[in-house]
C-alpha cells in the first residue's frame, strides 16, 4: 500500500506552503487530503484503477491527478520542486510537538535557525526571547518539546509500555461508554521494545470514548483528537493512540491493528489465495462480510486456529494453525510462585513478610527468597552466617505460615571470575533453590565460568543468563547454544528474568532453549514488592519463544519443584 508515503508528501506540501505563508485555504486542502489517505482503509492504487478517486471528500481534479501521477511515477514533479524552495531541515523542527511551520518560519528568518541543534544552542543565549510573541512560557514550551521529541526518537521498554496501556484499560474500561476496550499494536505482542502504545475500543457513543479517552488523568497532551481516533502523549512522555471501532469490526480492527505487519501480510496472501477479501473491517467475500465481530471468528473462517498474540511473528505460527498444532503456551495465571525476590536481608527494601503478603494476592502457593551472596558487598551480599541466620528466621515463619504458602531458602550466588561460586558446597547443600549469576567482567566472554557453575551440582538455575540490559548494555560474550546443551544435561534450569530492563533470557534464546529440552524458570528479580506484577513480561518473554507451561519449573507444584533440585544431586552423586 502506498497511502502512508503519500499521506506524508501531502502532509509536508501542507506544511511547506504553511511556511511559505500561502493561503489558508490552500493549505488546509492538502493537510486534509493527507489525513484522509492516511486513515483509508482502501489501498489508494486500488481506487485509482477503479476509477473511485473523484469519490473521495475533497479530492478536487487538481489533487486527483498528482495522486496519479505518484502512482504512476512514484513522485510528484511540482512537490519535487517545491522541496528545493526551502531548507529540507525544517522538517526536522517541525517534528518538535508544539513547533508548526509559522513557528519555523519565524525562527528560521530571523534567527537562521535551521536545525534542532541551531534552536538550543538560540535558546541557551535567550535570543528567542527577542522574537515577536515570544515569552519565557512559550520558550520553556520548545524546550519541553524538543526533550519529548529526543526521548520519543528510542522505543520504549516493553515494561513501561505494559504498565501504561493496563493503567489506561483499567480506566477506560470503567467508563459507561466503553463496551469492548483492548491494547493492540507489539504491546499485545508483548515485543521486549514499543514503537507506540495502540489501543481500541468499542461502544455505543464514539464521541464520548474519545473524550473520556483525552481527558484522563494522566493525559498531558493532545496531539490529535477527531470523531473515532485521538492521539495523546501521557505523562511518561510516551505516544498512545486510540481508535473507536464499531462493533461488527472489532475483531477485525485487532487483529489488523495487532499484527506484526509480516503476520498480516502472509494471511492476506492466504485470503487472496481463498478468493477472500481481509482489512480492518473484516473478512469479506465479494461485498459480503463473512466474519469481523471476534479473532477466532476470522481465523476460523480461513481453516485456522488463532495464534495467540504473542506468536504473530510469521515465524511458523501460520502454519500451526492451519495444521491445528499450535503450541499451548505457558498461561499468565499458570505461575505458582516466584523464585527470586531480594529482601532486606541484602539490598532488597521489602521484608520476608511483605513479600509473602503479596504472594498470597497473587495466588502463589510458594516463593524463594535469593539474597545476594557475600562477594557482593555493593548489594549488601550476605556472609554465611547471616544467611544461617535469616534461614533460621524463614524456618520460623513457614512455622507460623501453616502451609498456607511455602517460602524456600535461596540464594543469588554470585559466580566468581573463575567460575567456582561464592559460598562453599557446605551452605549451599543447606539451601532450597540457588541460583547463579554473574555479575561482574562484562567485556569477557563469560561461557566456561558459566558452565562451570551450572556443573555444580547445587546450583538450580542461571539467573539472567546473558547479562544484557535493554538499550544500555549488549550482554557479555557468551556461547549460549554451549549454555543451554549444558543446561539441559545437568537439570540446570535457565532463567527468563522478567525485571523491565533485563527479559533475559529474550524470546528468542527461549525457542532455542526449550527445543534442547532446558527447564526454564520465570522470576522477577524484585527488589520490592511492587516489582512483582513484572512476573507478566517474563511470561509474555516465554510466550514469544512459544514455551508451553510444561518446560517451566514454576509452573510445578511444590513437590515437583522440590523433585527437580533433588533430580540433579542424584546426578551428581550428592544425594
Ligand atoms: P511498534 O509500534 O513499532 O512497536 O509496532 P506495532 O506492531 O505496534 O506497529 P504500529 O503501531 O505501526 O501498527 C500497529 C499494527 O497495525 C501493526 O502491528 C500491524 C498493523 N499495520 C500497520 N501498518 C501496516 C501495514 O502497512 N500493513 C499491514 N498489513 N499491517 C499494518
Ligand atoms: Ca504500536
Ligand atoms: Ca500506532
Redesign the pocket.
Known sequence: ?KN?ELAQIFEKWADILEFMGDNPYHVRAYRNAARLINDLSEDIEVLAREGKLSQLPGIGQRLQAKILEFLRTGKIEEFEKLKQQVPDTIFTLLDIPGVGPKTVKLLYEELGIRSIEDLKRAIERGELLKLPGFGPKRVEKIKKGIELLEKSGG?ILLGVAVFIADRIVNHLKEHSAVERISV????R?M?E??????ILASGKNNLEIVEAFVNLPNVKEVLWKGPKKATVIVEEGEQV?LRVIEPDSYGAALQ??????AH??HL?TICLKMGYKLNEYGLFKGDKRIAGRTEEEIYSALGMDTPPPEIREDTGEIEAAQEHRLPKLVGYNEIRGDLHLHSTWSDGASTIEDYVKRALEMGYSYIAISDHSKSLRVAGGLTEEELLKRNYEIDKLNERLGGKITVLKGAEVDILPDGSLDYPDEILVQLDFVIAAVHSRFNQDNTERILKAINNPYVNAIAHPTGRIIGQREGYPLDIEKVIKAAAETGTALEVNSYYNRLDLRDAHCRMAVKAGVTLVINTDSHHTDHMWMMKLGVGTARRGWVEGRSVLNTRPLSELKAFVAAKRKKFGVL
Not at 493492540?184 to 504491546?187: D, P
Not at 489488523?256 to 505487519?261: A, E, L, N, R
Open positions: 500500500m502512508k522505543r493492540c499494536g507489539s504491546t505482542r515485543k521494545t514499543v514503537g507506540d502504545i495502540d493512540d489488523y491493528f495487532t499484527g506484526s505487519k498480516n501480510i492476506r
